[in-house]
């Protein structure tokens, strides 16, 4: 039996494959190791994963935000030692999961644009190029978190249109204090922004709205994806609920940029199953 993970900031998809080609899923809540301590991946791993294992685990491919760092995919592959100490484990970041699941083995620029926002340049391969990931504080151009920040800051500085602002208070009707708490107290703050997503979505016939959410595209095509060489002569592909959502609008930004949108997919554990069937039979 071979377990795959994609680990995001909002939630963890899991796929179990058993030789015999079934294929379980569960979902957990999003871990990110440089802001939640690995008692919260073992805990929900534990109670909701592990009672699907129903034959011998001999391979982990674990791909997650926050774990490009030698040190955080330690942190990850012990967790499942703990488990499974005869497994073969490999931990992989979220990148590596969003070029194999969207480019396979040709090369492009694959992106994520979710709760939070990278981008890379595969080589069919490996990937060979990435614009530094400075987490949603102080870049993220485009994700749900940052998208959400900005919505908020002109929330409670009363800069946006009077109406929507009503309509955001009965949908969220939270103090500045409340609000403040949730983001600088409280554990997920960028799963809380990012969840406002759902209310911009469903007025995005408000000029604010639209106008936020191309601005927010166009901030992550000119900071990441127009970094990358000879970028207008390459396929670009996203993976990311954001994207998929909004994939109108991020496709018209691509299009006053001279820039080529290819495949754009709500996750990529699809994907990454298919990639991964391979390994069933080594």
Request: aromatic share 14%.
């Amino acid at each position: 039996m071979i377990l795959i993970a994609d680990s995001g900031g909002s939630k963890i998809d899991w796929r179990l494959l058993t030789v015999e080609g079934t294929i379980l899923q569960a979902n957990t809540p999003g871990f990110n190791p440089y802001y939640q301590p690995i008692e919260d991946l073992i805990k929900n791993f534990k109670e909701v994963v592990i009672p699907k294992v129903t034959e011998r685990i001999t391979k982990i491919f674990f791909y997650g935000a926050g774990v490009s760092s030698e040190k955080n995919q330690m942190k990850v592959k012990n967790a499942f030692l703990e488990f499974f100490p005869e497994a073969h484990i490999e931990i992989g970041w979220d990148l590596l999961a969003a070029a194999r699941a969207l480019c396979g083995r040709e090369p492009g620029i694959a992106c994520i644009m979710g709760t939070g926002s990278n981008s890379c340049l595969y080589d069919g391969e490996n990937i060979i190029g990435n614009v530094a990931n400075l987490g949603w504080i102080l870049a993220d151009e485009g994700s749900g978190a940052n998208i959400g920040k900005k919505f908020l800051v002109d929330y409670l500085r009363q800069n946006m249109p009077e109406g929507l602002r009503s309509q955001f208070h009965e949908r969220f009707p939270f103090t500045r204090e409340e609000f403040l708490e949730k983001i600088y107290q409280q554990e997920r703050p960028s799963a809380f922004l990012a969840s406002f997503l759902r209310f911009i979505f469903q007025h995005l016939k408000d000029p604010y709205c639209y106008k936020l959410i191309y601005n927010s595209f166009s901030e992550f095509y000119e900071n990441n994806v127009m970094k990358y060489e000879n970028y207008k002569n390459l396929k670009v592909h996203f993976t990311g609920s954001v994207a998929f959502y909004f994939s109108d609008i991020l496709r018209q930004v691509a299009n006053d940029k001279g820039i080529t949108v290819k495949n754009i997919l709500e996750g990529p554990i699809a994907g990454l199953t298919l990639y991964h069937q391979k390994d069933l039979t080594k």
